[in-house]
């Protein structure tokens, strides 16, 4: 009886010892299992990294941003006002002495605010636009940028000899007049002025002359 007993008890135990070992095979496998979640993770980091390079995308954009709002800047920047932007008239004219005197009022009549800066261009105009005479040369070196809103006035002083003045009329050659052929500071296309005047149209005589335009 104890002979099978102890056999049966041998059995037994062999079975309870094949059953562990199959228990550890299988964790063993769980474990390896595991061991790929590491490996999972480490993918993971590189996609993470992800993170500040779609802030250094942002980064860009608001780089972007800026020079958008930079070009802005410069598109919405004040212009110099264009011969169409301005209208000009002669105002405050004084006489005394052989010498004449008088305002050239330039007037933005455009809806935008627009400068200027410099001397404009003067001369004189008889029948059929050809000019008379020799243009204005400039006087006075208080050059400035002068801005106008719309309706906003800029004046640059007119000068020149009333008539004759003090030239001998031979050199002056008293000549009639038109008008003044007017360009804006730093413009092609030109204003006309109608005046009907007598003027010195001789070759050697250079007696008109404008200052730079001032605030008016």
Known sequence: MRTRNARRSVAAAAMVAAGLALTACSTGTTASSGASVPGSSGSSAPGSSSAPASSGTSG????SSGVHAQTEGRS?????CATSRL????????????????????????GTTCTL??????????????????????????????????????????HDANGVGGYDPKECQLSAAEGLRIYPPN??????????????????????????????
């Open 117 to 158: 800066t410099g001397f404009p261009g003067v001369s004189y105009v008889k029948g059929g636009g050809v000019q008379s005479g020799n243009p204005a040369q400039r006087t006075g070196g208080d050059v400035r940028t002068v801005t106008l809103p719309p309706h906003g006035t800029a004046v640059a002083t007119l």
């Open 187 to 216: 413009q092609k296309a030109a204003l006309f002025l109608p005046w009907k005047t007598q003027h010195c149209a001789g070759p050697g005589v250079h007696s008109l002359s404008i200052t730079s335009v001032q605030q008016g």
């Open 76 to 80: 919405g920047a004040i212009g110099p």
């Open 87 to 110: 209208r000009v008239a002669q105002r405050d004219a004084s006489v005394g002495a052989g010498q004449y005197y008088s305002k050239l009022v330039f007037t933005n009549v455009s």
């Open 60 to 63: 860009s954009s608001a780089a």
